[in-house]
């Protein structure tokens, strides 16, 4: 497989994973691998979850399998894409202290996702130095496996400009074209690129508590959508309602086709006539989360079923982890090899030194 074909993401085990991951990344993460023009390496990112969880490990370490589950549920092949375990890899702990030298404090202070993520956990100087370091160890991540892709979402663009800078920067002070310049994949619908959360706040969070779990049953997902957030202008049918802002309809815009909305409602054509019809008024909202209801059962049941299918085993799962993790090391060990002769600190193998100093 050509080396401008690999795909590296992840996601911190927190969690279980969220519809947010699921529109975000991971629908992403399922096409590009079906494709089979890619070769694609799904990380779990447990290093990166210690930075602000290191007094709390067990809640990560109940979460390893949790994520793998979702990624098999959502349709990730491990006999297609090499699912592995962040913290096994040498290479990953290893490279971001080159990369370190590379980086100033104030540049990461300017990184816009780092800034909004320390202001809605309240950190403040608080902030743990591996929390603050996060986008140089998710260059490493990237970097480790050369790889060229990286499907995100919109949130996650400063971070990935980061990690352009460091291969930038690494490969003129080392003369070298080591490092791949890697480059975003962002959800086809720009709805998606950052889905709100159910109480309408500007990102779904684990953390926030609005999350849409890729897990929940019937009754939970329902609970959930006919409690989202929508127009508080919106009180009578009759009222006209307000699309900016409404988490019902974001989440339309996300999730919908016509052919839905015309089978839920044979008086609108389109999710267009539907959208004119509620700011006109004589929509009610109860009936604008019942459509979502039913469109958002029917997308996420098989995705539930097929996780429940896959619980049953877990000895299979730590298998695959296992073979993925393996496979990981082998590639990025690779890489690591050819960072410390470009620095020169290969001395006990590099013939050079050792023809002029061991004598």
Known sequence: MAENNIILTGDRPTGSLHLGHFVGSLSNRVRLQNTGKYEPFVMIAD???????????????QNILEVTLDYLAVGLDPAKTTIFVQSHIPALTELP?????????SRLERNPTIKSEIKMRNFERSIPVGFMTYPISQAADITAFRAKYVPVGEDQLPMLEQAR????????IYNCEILVEPEAILPENSSCNRLVGTD??????????????LKD?????KQKVMSMYTDPEHINVSDPGHLEGNAVFTYLDAFATDEQVNAFFPEYQTLGDMKEHYTKGGLGDMKCKKLLNSIMQDMLRPIRERREEYAK????????????TDHAIEVSNE?????RNAIGIDYFSDKEFLEKYAK
């Open 313 to 324: 085993d877990k000895g299979e799962l730590l298998n695959i982890l296992r073979k993925g």
């Open 47 to 61: 290093l990166q979850a210690l930075t602000d969880n290191a007094e709390n490990p067990e809640k990560i370490r």
């Open 200 to 213: 309408g706040s500007s990102k779904m969070s684990k953390s926030l508590g609005n999350c849409v779990y």
């Open 335 to 339: 890489t690591l090899k050819l960072v």
């Open 165 to 172: 800078e460091i291969v930038s920067s690494f490969n003129r």
């Open 97 to 105: 202290m080159y990369y370190s030298n590379l980086v100033t404090m």
């Open 217 to 221: 049953d019937e009754k939970t997902l």
